[in-house]
T-cell receptor, first 115, second 113 residues
Framework: EAQVTQNPRYLITVTGKKLTVTCSQNMNHEYMSWYRQDPGLGLRQIYY???????DKGDVPEGYKVSRKEKRNFPLILESPSPNQTSLYFC??????????????FGPGTRLTVL | SQKIEQNSEALNIQEGKTATLTCNYT??????LQWYRQDPGRGPVFLLLIRENEKEKRKERLKVTFDTTLKQSLFHITASQPADSATYLC????????????FGQGTTLQVKP
């Protein structure tokens, strides 16, 4: 089944404790992206990657890191989480950087709480 | 500044009626616009894409219009069903080579039996 998977689905942590949220897609998509969704603010892009070893900042990158060592994986790293990073996070992928009208496939989401 | 607006108030309609959701944007000239459905606690799911040179697009009970003069897209669900209850998001292309989308906040639709 074609899908985007994220782990963990739920995480409660404390301020300053490094964490990684994994994202993997099995559709051979070139483009991958991370979003956070907050009430009243909608989906905001954190980082995106147009292909392996190519990453770039989205609209709200502060406090986050990403890497794209393999085509299928795009982990989101919070080196020192803070309470304002409490949010619902979504990973998404789409087919090709060259086709700007591709639909995005979203993962099931990771609900993160930072105490 | 660039802005996308969807009605933040929930839309409540009776089963069988047509639901119409609005997406307005300012200071953009998107090449295309997408609509997604999102159920509580789940990721958005793609529904329809419409390009700037298309006035209307249909898929089963769904219809999307795109008026680049008014800077508005309308999303219609005909013969609505309780199963259509969800939040609907519009997303605009930023006319870059990055494939980046910017999303509206979404409108929640409640279809009552």
């Amino acid at each position: 089944e074609a899908q985007v998977t994220q782990n963990p689905r739920y995480l409660i942590t404390v301020t300053g404790k490094k964490l990684t949220v994994t994202c993997s897609q099995n559709m051979n998509h070139e483009y991958m992206s991370w979003y956070r969704q907050d009430p009243g603010l909608g989906l905001r892009q954190i980082y995106y990657s147009m292909n392996v070893e190519v990453t770039d900042k989205g609209d709200v990158p502060e406090g986050y890191k990403v890497s794209r060592k393999e085509k299928r994986n795009f982990p989101l790293i919070l080196e020192s989480p803070s309470p304002n990073q409490t949010s619902l996070y979504f990973c998404a992928s789409s087919l090709s950087q060259g086709q700007r009208n591709n639909e995005q496939f979203f993962g099931p989401g990771t609900r993160l709480t930072v105490l | 500044s660039q802005k996308i607006e969807q009605n933040s108030e929930a839309l409540n309609i009776q089963e069988g009626k047509t639901a119409t959701l609005t997406c307005n944007y300012t200071n953009y000239s998107p090449a295309y616009l997408q609509w997604y459905r999102q159920d509580p606690g789940r990721g958005p799911v793609f529904l329809l894409l419409i390009r700037e040179n298309e006035k209307e697009k249909r898929k089963e009970r769904l219809k999307v219009t795109f008026d680049t003069t008014l800077k508005q897209s309308l999303f219609h669900i005909t013969a609505s069903q309780p199963a259509d209850s969800a939040t609907y998001l519009c997303a605009l292309d930023r006319r870059s080579n990055t494939g980046k989308l910017i999303f509206g906040q979404g409108t929640t639709l409640q279809v009552k039996p």
